[in-house]
């Protein structure tokens, strides 16, 4: 079990938003920045939002990322069909020396 | 146009030894922290190890502590992971990821397609 906590599914329909939801505690996303990626199985994960809440170049405006205290979400708005996939957040950790944590990853269905 | 290409991946027996490697083009790699990410089937993604730019900085999962060494060579612009005493648990695949900007961050702007490691007998 992931010391990041994520949904372990969500969904909606074309044209919806949804939000993934991704809770640590102080020592992650209380500390540090949050990252969020979409993967689908096989395939190279793809940077969707880093800092919090800033998008690669090429990253639709549809996805946008917050953080709060010990939280954060990735909203998707106009859902399409591409959207689906596997979610996941990420940051640094501060503890035991420092090292990187995955959440447990959100699998999005587009129905 | 910047590209990570990893190799090594090979079905091994547990208990057995293997080195995967990630050649990096089309960026500065002797700027960049660097990492391996697996994948176990049917899993999440899950943080192997990292390197600073400058190797003074290593950290490791917890699973692979102690068996596994990451490492750099800047004059091959590549990247390691020296994988010892192997087990059926480590079979995923294993991705290599650049580092945005710092080590101390879990944002990876650039990955590999990954190579594959099975560990059985």
């Known amino acids: 079990q992931s010391v990041l906590t994520q949904s372990p599914s969500a969904s909606g329909t074309p044209g919806q938003s949804v939000t993934i939801s991704c809770s640590g505690s102080?020592?992650?996303?209380?500390?540090?920045?949050v990252s969020w990626y979409q993967h689908l199985p096989g395939t190279a994960p793809k940077l969707l939002i880093y800092d919090n809440n800033q998008r690669p170049s090429g990253i639709p405006d549809r996805f946008s990322g917050s953080k709060s205290g010990t939280s954060a979400s990735l909203a998707i708005s106009g859902l399409q069909s591409e959207d689906e996939a596997d979610y996941y957040c990420?940051?640094?950790?501060?503890?035991?020396?420092?090292?990187?944590?995955f959440g447990g990853g959100t699998k999005l269905t587009v129905l | 146009e910047a590209q990570l290409v990893e190799s090594g991946g090979d079905l091994v027996q547990p208990g057995r030894s293997l080195r995967l490697s990630c050649a990096a083009s089309?960026?500065?790699?002797?700027?960049?922290?660097m990492h391996w990410v697996r994948q176990v089937p049917g899993k999440g993604l899950e943080w192997v190890a990292g390197i600073s730019w400058n190797s003074v900085n290593i950290a490791y999962g917890d699973s692979v502590k102690g068996r596994f060494t990451i490492s750099r060579d800047d004059a091959k612009n590549s990247l390691y992971l020296q994988m010892n005493s192997l087990r059926a648990e480590d079979t995923a695949l294993y991705y290599c990821?650049?580092?945005?900007?710092?080590?101390?961050?879990?944002?990876?702007?650039?990955w590999g397609q990954g190579t594959l490691v099975t560990v059985s007998s």
């Open positions: 089309g960026f500065n790699f002797d700027d960049y922290a």
């Open positions: 102080r020592s992650n996303i209380g500390s540090n920045t």
């Open positions: 990420a940051t640094w950790d501060d503890s035991l020396n420092g090292h990187v944590l």
């Open positions: 990821a650049k580092a945005r900007i710092t080590y101390t961050s879990a944002c990876f702007d650039l």
